[in-house]
């Protein structure tokens, strides 16, 4: 079992923040703060929008939990910054923080390493024609989803049935970011699966299967709902759920992240091929969140995988360890 307290020094939990999805970060950095003091640590609620990153080292924080979702938290901007400041935080570091968040960077690199994901369109706010976007499921197929490049949690989401939904769809993404991603829709089971560590010590949870009212996972039924079921251990068939551990492995170790993180996947109803959709760097910690219940799952209690996130905190550019004479 792991020790809490003082080999942690002055922790901040980084919370809120100045994205999207702010309400959300505040609710899991909550939960986490919650969880470390209850074992000892000397934790302390820290956000980033109502205080300069100076202050973490003027304060005398040892090292940050990150809990925040979405840009200015989970791009690399705060990972940057905390570099700078030699602050130990947990999760991704800048490079795979600023790839994973970019969904389309994120395919980029899935295909090019030969792994499967959803075919797509990319438009740019502002450089696209009417015509343009109306004839994107002539490409893609209908339905299909569009999205925000940059956000999380659903928002700006939209699954377009017919092409008459197209142009407000897009209009949606585009006032949450400057770059909307239009996918082809994989029609089968959704599912996630959390992965812990870094590298070749990296571990898959178990996988969860989610299955959402009129299979709509969106902002409401994520956070504020009890509608959706979440099944894990999981229902698949034999086999599938260790593919897709392996899968989204793989996936993760591609994009060089470390810590956690918790890749969302669709499997094809008709083949059963399983489609990487995206990776969330800094999952959420909430009541409703998914990496703590595939933990729960696996042995893992909440306090326990707090510490655990907390004793892996890093720095991308750990100061080298001088031999001794």
């Not at 795979?96 to 690199?109: Q, Y």
């Not at 049935?161 to 769809?169: E, I, L, R, T, W």
């Not at 995206?278 to 326990?304: C, F, Q, R, W």
Request: aromatic share 6%; glycine share 10%.
């Amino acid at each position: 079992m792991l020790q809490a307290g003082v080999q942690f020094g002055k922790v901040a939990v980084l919370m809120g923040g100045k994205s999207a999805e702010r309400e959300v970060s505040l609710m899991s950095g909550q939960g986490v703060l919650t969880a470390l003091r209850a074992r000892a640590v000397d934790a302390h609620a820290f956000d980033p929008a109502e205080q300069s990153m100076d202050e973490l080292k003027r304060q005398g924080f040892a090292r940050c939990f990150i809990a925040l979702h979405g840009r200015y938290g989970e791009d690399g901007t705060v990972q940057g910054a905390l570099e700078l400041l030699g602050i130990p935080y947990t999760g991704a570091g800048v490079m795979a923080s600023s790839m994973a968040i970019d969904k389309v960077m994120t395919k980029r690199v899935w295909l090019a390493e030969g792994l499967p994901t959803p075919r797509y369109a990319l438009l740019h706010r502002g450089h696209y024609t009417r015509n343009e976007v109306r004839t994107i499921p002539d490409e893609l197929g209908l339905p299909l989803i569009v999205k925000p490049v940059r956000e999380g949690s659903s928002l700006g989401v939209t699954k377009v049935m017919g092409y008459s939904q197209m142009q407000d769809a897009v209009a949606a993404a585009a006032e949450l970011d400057a770059d909307i991603l239009c996918e082809q829709f994989i029609a089968g089971d959704e599912v996630t699966c959390p992965v812990l560590g870094e590298g070749v010590s990296a571990r898959a949870l178990p996988v969860i299967h989610i299955v959402a009212p009129e299979g709509n996972y969106d902002f409401q039924n994520k956070y504020y709902t009890d509608d959706t079921e979440y099944r894990v251990p999981c229902d698949l068939p034999p086999g599938e759920e260790a593919a897709i551990q392996a899968l989204v492995l793989k996936a993760y170790r591609v994009l060089g992240c470390r810590g956690w993180g918790r890749l969302d996947v669709m499997i094809d109803a008709a083949t059963r091929l399983p489609y990487l959709l995206e990776i969330n760097t800094s999952p959420g910690m909430t009541s409703h969140s998914l990496v703590p219940m595939a933990a729960k799952a696996a042995g893992i209690d909440y306090e326990t995988l707090c510490l655990q996130l907390l004793a892996g905190a890093s720095l991308d550019y750990a100061p080298a360890v001088e031999p001794r004479a």
